[in-house]
């Protein structure tokens, strides 16, 4: 890359950098007795966290809590705008049915070293259906215990809360054509790939699309790599067009790395060994080193899938394991390394931060995880004004690379954002 592009692209990494956790859709977990959180669309883990409004569609949102004892788990579902900050309506406003009701679905874990709980709840459900479209966080909090007494505070503030599960609901309204390339306003077939689209709005009135729109694009649905507050280009009539936007040239950073774990008995893709330490089974994956060139492989884009196949019913008979993961580096990167996937929400906290052994000469985390095919990155955070262009992985132009383009309208005097399109595009070079 020649000096001038990479100072570029460097002032564009530190920009995304910025933007880490804000605007941006985001599952939380509070508990660390509470394991795998998951939100998955119409029984479906590849799709988006998304359903269309007045459908048939319903996510279904799970998770494991680490103890047979029952927990009256309770949900209480909150109506978000684009910022995912609640929004100015009352429940009545946006669903129908009763709030704060308990998790009814729940079974303890069958013939695994790990005892735990687990629990699932579908929206909407026969006590609740959704109203309006736009962003819900799911507020799930322990009615077992209690966070404060006071009488007026609503229910679920009352008791400590173990999680917060994001999706959203679309009505579509207009429609949006978008396409991806390498051949970018600050590269050309070297580390970048720039967005282009277009919002089709023919029969659905916006009167000021700079006031009344809010557009997000997402890569790979990350919350540390999304972009908002992205203005038209050119305004047709019936036609919004975004293009030569240099807030939509993303890093093409590198196929994620995978590995899985199907069973305690058998190692399998980029597992080096599994040891028992009583009581409990331990995965030692093969050491990773730095990528300099792309690396194909058919990832998934960040997610994971739980599965044990000797199980009947993998929701709770299914065990965890320690996942041993290490980085070969020859010394300490000056910044901070940390793994991440959608098994960590892309949170970067010390639960997920890789710690320098000097003697081994790795960087080294362990992670408990339940038995599936995980992918996972190694996310590099400079310290510092010292910023570097992913250190480990690298960003190439070929890297196979899903966006999402979310489009929010809030007529000028109304109370919330509606979501009114959510369109997917892949970037590959076939």
């Known amino acids: 890359m020649k000096k ?15 933007c880490i956790g804000l605007n941006a859709q985001r599952n939380v977990v509070y508990s ?5 959180l998951q939100v998955i669309t119409n029984d479906d883990w590849m799709q988006p966290s998304v359903i269309n409004l007045n459908s048939d569609d319903f996510v279904t949102v799970s998770f494991d809590y680490f103890s047979h004892d029952y927990h009256r788990f309770a949900c209480h579902l909150v109506h978000c705008n684009a910022d995912w900050q609640p929004s100015e309506l009352f429940e009545v406003d946006y669903m129908d049915g009763f709030n ?7 079974h ?20 609740l ?14 009615e077992d215990a209690e966070a404060a007494d006071y009488a007026s505070l609503p229910e679920y503030k009352k008791h400590p809360v173990v999680a917060e599960a994001c999706f959203r609901v679309v009505e579509p309204c207009v429609s949006v054509s978008a396409e991806v390339s390498s051949n970018t306003d600050i590269d050309t077939h070297v580390s970048s790939q720039q967005v282009s689209f277009s919002i089709h709005h023919n029969d659905y009135l916006i009167d000021r699309p700079e006031r009344d729109l809010k557009v997000f694009v997402s890569q790979n649905d990350r919350p540390d790599i999304t972009v908002d507050n992205i203005q038209p280009t050119y305004i047709n009539p019936g036609r919004l067009d975004y293009v030569h936007n240099k807030k939509l040239i993303f890093p093409g950073d590198n196929e994620f790395r995978r590995f899985e774990i199907i069973n305690m008995y058998n190692s399998s893709q980029r597992v080096d060994r599994i040891t028992f330490f009583d009581p409990y089974f331990h995965a030692e994956l093969l050491f990773d080193g730095r990528r300099r060139a792309y ?12 599965r044990y196949n000797l199980a009947e019913d993998t929701e709770y008979e299914t065990d965890y394991i320690f996942v041993h993961f290490k980085l070969e580096a020859p010394y300490p990167c000056g910044g901070r390394l940390y793994v991440a996937g959608k098994f960590s929400n892309y949170i970067y906290s010390p639960d997920y931060e890789m710690k320098y052994n000097s003697e081994s000469g790795y960087y080294e985390t362990t992670q408990l995880l339940k038995l599936g095919a995980y992918d996972y990155q190694y996310v590099y955070i400079p310290s510092g004004n010292n910023p570097a262009v992913n250190p480990v992985d690298g960003n190439f132009y070929e890297t196979e690379n899903e966006y999402t383009i979310s489009v929010y309208h809030r007529p000028f005097g109304d109370r919330y954002d509606h979501l009114i399109a959510v369109e997917q595009i892949v970037f590959s070079q076939d």
């Open 129 to 142: 259906n959704i109203k309006v479209s736009g962003n819900y966080k799911l507020i799930i909090f322990d």
């Open 100 to 106: 704060d009701r308990p998790i009814e679905w729940y």
């Open 4 to 18: 001038t592009n990479c100072k570029r692209y460097i002032c564009f990494i530190v920009s995304i950098i910025l």
């Open 295 to 306: 690396s194909f492989d058919s990832d998934h884009n960040g997610r994971f899938f739980i």
């Open 32 to 36: 660390p007795m509470l394991h795998t």
């Open 108 to 127: 303890n874990s069958l013939n695994t070293t790990f005892l735990y709980t687990h629990y699932a709840v579908d929206y909407p459900n026969e006590d």
